[in-house]
């Protein structure tokens, strides 16, 4: 039941307590739920690295058995979203943005559990996807079920925007990500009082996250330089390159996900075709099981700088279509986190290549390029540049850069623009409309 004002409310007041007593709720609980999600897609690591493990023994019998474990784990992931809980499709952000009204306690529900289920089989199968975009729809309906069952202290649908923001901030350990986050991409209106409870929120939630790990980092840089305004230009190349690799991984997403519309419509034929798609995962993760899941070993040896020039660039062309077609099987996953690798791989595969090329660089210009193609990946997928610029140095603490990588995001913003192509988000959900 909603609450009822004597007079209406000014978008420039400031929220009463009460009603900040439930935003920090809110903060709680949906940090809390994020954190729960985040334990939950590690050990979905830790699974597929056990069969990783498994598979040394050379067993042609232990290998058919792997190949057959990704295949049913990837089906199940799929076969629970179709079957359950259709919402629950992908990173959940569309939803979210779709969602005109909040849907009911029992429907949200049902979508974190299909979440927590679905993920950890999807991530656990191979598939190279993040855990950021179940992270914001979970905590939108972790705030559904709280302003249901919980404390009548907040109303109306911002809740939403709470809650979902609230999840972002979790995810990456980044509270002011999560707020701009929340207004650039979501398209909450940006008032004095939404930013006041958005700000709130997203700082509970990052506190919540540090009491279980630490107030650590995400992806830790260490930039320490400055960089004369000759080298400036440079970082607008990084930009060019990294928006052009998502830009063909945006388009071979669209040409994926318009078969999988088309040509697997019934839930049968999805569910056979991700199995079908799992046991190939399976066959990479015996070859190269660092190309699966979020790719934990590819950051961090691109970061130290120690990932061969070819092992990157063919990491690179590995991940742009197994993340495509995982991401078109519908199973949970985001894509903020495939487009931040995307970007450290590209900056990493620039840095290399222009070192070879010309020789001798600043000692932290590899850094740089990463935090750049960072920004630039993010900025050219989604047309988010505070979010993107904002996130890139709040995961990375590569406060001192922010001029290259503004300039970096804005030639990558710019070449996507040039190409004509929309932002990832509006192109997916112009494809979901034209197949119902």
């Not at 945006?250 to 049968?268: K, M």
């Not at 495939?338 to 932290?364: I, K, M, Q, R």
């Not at 900025?379 to 996130?391: D, E, K, Q, S, V």
Request: include cysteine; glycine fraction near 10%.
């Amino acid at each position: 039941m909603s609450r009822h004002h004597s007079r209406p409310e000014s978008p420039d007041e400031l929220p009463s307590l009460s009603e900040q007593l439930g935003t920090i709720l809110i903060g709680v609980f949906a940090g809390g739920i994020a954190v729960a999600f985040h334990a939950v897609m590690n050990l979905a690591e830790e699974t597929r690295a056990e069969l990783a493990v498994l598979a040394d023994s050379h067993s042609l019998l232990a290998e058919a058995g792997i190949v057959l474990a990704c295949g049913l784990l990837a089906a199940a992931s799929v076969a629970l979203v179709r079957k359950v809980a259709p919402e629950a499709e992908g990173s959940g952000i569309a939803a979210v943005l779709e969602a005109q009204r909040s849907p009911g306690p029992i429907r949200a529900l049902r979508i974190m559990w299909v979440k927590f289920v679905a993920g950890f089989c999807g991530l656990a199968s191979g598939m190279p996807l993040g855990r950021e975009g179940p992270s914001v729809q979970i905590g939108a309906m972790a705030a559904v079920l709280l302003r249901r069952y919980g404390p009548r202290l907040f109303y109306r649908q911002r809740s939403l925007y709470q809650g979902a923001a609230a999840g972002i901030a979790a995810a990456f350990n980044a509270p002011l990500s999560g707020v701009v986050f929340s207004f650039e991409l979501l398209g909450q209106p940006f008032t004095t009082r939404n930013a006041f409870e958005t700000i709130l929120v997203c700082g509970i939630a990052d506190w919540v996250c540090r009491m279980f790990h630490g107030p650590v980092l995400e992806l830790p840089i260490l930039i320490d330089g400055f960089r004369e305004w000759t080298e400036l230009p440079t970082f607008a190349l990084v930009g060019l390159w990294a928006g052009l690799v998502a830009l063909v991984f945006q388009r071979l997403l669209l040409v994926c996900a318009r078969w999988f519309h088309a040509r697997a419509r019934s839930n049968a034929a999805a569910i056979a075709a991700t199995g079908a798609w799992g046991g190939l995962l399976g066959v990479v993760l015996l070859e190269w099981p660092q190309l699966l899941g979020i790719g934990h070993e590819l950051f961090a040896t691109s970061i130290a700088g120690t990932l061969p020039l070819a092992v990157a660039a063919a990491a690179l062309a590995a991940r742009i279509p197994l993340t495509a077609v995982s991401y078109a099987t519908g199973a949970p996953g985001g894509l903020i986190v495939p487009a931040l690798l995307f970007g450290v791989l590209s900056g990493h595969v620039f840095a290399d290549g222009f070192v070879a090329a010309v020789g001798t660089v600043e000692p932290d210009f590899h850094a740089v390029c990463l935090v750049a193609g960072m920004a630039a990946s993010i900025g050219a997928l989604f047309r988010t540049p505070l979010t993107a610029m904002i996130m890139a140095v709040e995961i990375t603490g590569a406060y001192s850069c922010l001029l290259e990588i503004s300039i970096a995001y804005v030639a990558s913003h710019t070449l996507l623009g040039l190409a004509r192509e929309p932002d990832l988000y509006s192109a997916l959900k112009r494809i979901h409309a034209s197949h119902g």
